[in-house]
């Protein structure tokens, strides 16, 4: 596995051990501050996955997908990449 892959695979499994844990906060009725800023934790580890994910498509498919001679193959990465911006700006 690719070392961004590997970066962004640490960041999801912190995020679902921190999950786990809130979810007892919560059903130990802990108090609503603290659960909140475990929440943007995660959402922080979510983001960072993300981005980094992102990156890798970038610097390896999408690259090697624009350096080809598929016209077909480029208009569908590029849509590919106008799809996930589109759902990240929500």
Do not use: P, W
Not at 1 to 16: F, I, P, T
Not at 55 to 72: G, K, M, N, W
Not at 74 to 90: A, D, F, G, H, S
């Amino acid at each position: 596995m690719k070392n961004e892959k590997q970066s962004a695979l640490v960041n999801l499994k912190k995020a679902k051990s921190l999950i786990g844990k809130i979810i007892e906060m919560v059903e130990e009725e802990k108090y609503c501050i603290d659960i909140m800023q475990q929440n943007l934790a995660v959402i922080g580890l979510l983001k960072s996955a993300n981005q980094t994910m992102m990156e890798s498509h970038l610097h390896h498919c999408f690259t090697t997908a624009i350096e080809s001679d598929q016209d077909s193959r480029k208009k569908e990465m590029v849509e590919e990449i106008l799809t996930v911006t589109k759902l990240l700006n929500r």
